[in-house]
């Protein structure tokens, strides 16, 4: 059973930074990315990472955050700087499959996540 684990998380104030890890359970050739999803708006695109290293952002983070990956520790990263108080959000890991498949903004188009991790930015 394949599975993702998110850390990382917790309280900053405004302007702070934060680096959030997702390690994965088995090795994974596919497109991965970071959601967020929060109160009472859907499950939004924050970063993706194609299994050739090609990113993507969404625009309200690009020049802020930063999607990597270490492929020799099967860990997913999300280094978040500048960070506002609408970047306050439950954020999730998520992988397209294990094997291929090209990156989508949709959640729908995920097939594994993680449980979240819940960051909090204060101003």
């Known amino acids: 059973q394949v599975q993702l684990v998110e850390s990382g998380g917790g309280s900053v104030l405004a302007g702070g930074s934060l680096r959030l890890s997702c390690v994965t359970s088995?090795?994974?050739?596919?497109?991965m990315g970071w959601f967020r999803q929060a109160p009472g708006k859907e499950r939004a695109g924050v970063a993706v990472i194609e299994s050739d290293g090609r990113t993507s952002y969404a625009n309200s983070v690009k020049g802020r955050f930063t999607i990597s990956q270490d492929n020799a520790k099967n860990t997913l990263y999300l280094q978040m700087n500048s960070l506002k108080s609408d970047d306050t959000a439950m954020y999730y890991c998520?992988?397209?499959?294990?094997?291929?498949?090209?990156?989508?903004?949709?959640?729908?188009?995920?097939?594994?996540w993680g449980q979240g991790t819940q960051v909090t930015v204060s101003s």
């Open positions: 998520a992988a397209r499959s294990l094997s291929g498949g090209w990156c989508y903004w949709s959640p729908q188009r995920f097939d594994y």
């Open positions: 088995v090795y994974i050739k596919s497109c």
